[in-house]
């Protein structure tokens, strides 16, 4: 049984930083592409930011090039996501996913799922 699970949401005004951590547990995941998905209310799921297993192949969303960056500590089994600049827009919460997919983009691309953590940007 793998479980990940997300901390370090919260509540933070405009222009601030938060710094997500997903801790991965059951399985080694060191093979599995990592990914951030959000999710504001009323909306799709979207994917923020992914990264390779072996960590030298990122993607970002257009939404947050230049403000996040994901990072991975295999020997930690634990997912970063550093978010600079936060702005109103990227209230929801968030969620880490873990895929055997290549380059997965999709949600149905993904296998595990956290439970999700909640950021709130006030302007």
Do not use: H
């Amino acid at each position: 049984q793998v479980q990940l699970v997300e901390s370090g949401g919260g509540l933070v005004q405009a222009g601030g930083s938060l710094r997500l951590s997903c801790a991965t547990s059951g399985r080694t995941l060191s093979r599995y592409y990592m990914g951030w998905f959000r999710q504001a209310p009323g909306k799709e799921r979207d994917l923020v930011a992914r990264i390779t297993w072996s960590g030298g192949s990122t993607y970002y969303a257009d939404s947050v090039k230049g403000r996040f960056t994901i990072s991975r500590d295999n020997a930690k089994n634990t997912v970063y996501l550093q978010m600079n600049s936060l702005k109103p827009e990227d209230t929801a919460v968030y969620y880490c996913a873990a895929s055997q997919a290549y380059y997965p983009v999709r949600v149905g691309e993904y296998n595990y799922w956290g439970q999700g953590t909640q950021v709130t940007v006030s302007s």
